[in-house]
């Protein structure tokens, strides 16, 4: 039972333009959401973070959004680079619960 | 900086062998994780500690144990190392909502 979903495996955007990564979750506890950046041989580092409370959380290129009626989030990256050529994980966690639970991961591939 | 760090990188072990797998933060966490990410699964939750002594169980904890006698420490332990063991296991760890993760140990079981 997958509570986060991460349903496009794959994303190839073109360098400059923006790059859109959409994550649903199914459990309604959830009130914190994170999105982080996972290169080849390396651990996944945070990126960007949301809390319930917010729709949308802005880091120079990257904005998360989020529709907490639609249980979904989305990370925009604009313009994009061919250094955010990744894995891009969504997570979530109950706060207080220190857990976080992560989707599947999109890779994303910038294309100059 | 550290931060996490896990030894070791890449392990090949038999089936039935067991092996430990070390993290170590350097950054006073009460928070300790064990991951594994397998092909389109995403990141899974192994087992957990809140604090010194402390462990509990994750999301796919069977064939796995762990121990958190050092708060800087958490020690994942393969007792009968399984094929479907084979993974990368990554540790993390957190004071907030935010967790750190390791560089990854890449696991083969033959």
């Known amino acids: 039972d997958q509570q986060v979903k991460q349903n496009s495996p794959s994303l190839s955007v073109q360098e400059g333009r923006i790059s859109i990564l959409n994550c649903d979750y199914t459990?309604?506890?959830?009130?914190?959401f994170l999105w982080y950046k996972k290169y080849p041989a390396e651990g996944p580092t945070f990126l960007i973070s949301?809390?319930?409370?917010?729709d949308k959380n802005e880091d120079g290129r990257f904005t998360v959004f989020l529709n907490k009626s639609a249980k979904h989030l989305s990370l925009h990256i604009v313009p994009s680079q061919p250094g955010d050529s990744a894995v891009y994980f969504c997570?979530?966690?109950?706060?207080?619960?220190?857990?976080?639970?992560f989707g599947q991961g999109t890779r994303l591939t910038i294309n100059p | 900086n550290a931060g996490v760090t896990q030894t070791p990188k890449f392990r090949v072990l038999k089936t039935g062998q067991s092996m430990t797998l070390l993290c170590a933060q350097d950054m006073n966490h009460e928070y300790m994780y064990w991951y594994r990410q397998d092909p389109g699964m995403g990141l899974r939750l192994i087992h957990y500690s809140v604090g010194e002594g402390t462990t509990a169980k994750g999301e796919v904890p069977d064939g796995y144990n762990v121990s958190r006698l050092k708060k800087q420490n958490f020690l994942l332990g393969l007792e009968s190392a399984a094929p479907s063991q084979t993974s990368v296991y990554f540790c993390a760890s957190s004071q907030g909502a935010v967790a750190f993760f390791g560089q990854g140990t890449r696991l083969t079981v033959v």
């Open positions: 949301i809390s319930s409370i917010k």
């Open positions: 997570a979530a966690s109950v706060q207080g619960a220190q857990k976080l639970v």
């Open positions: 459990n309604s506890m959830f009130d914190y």
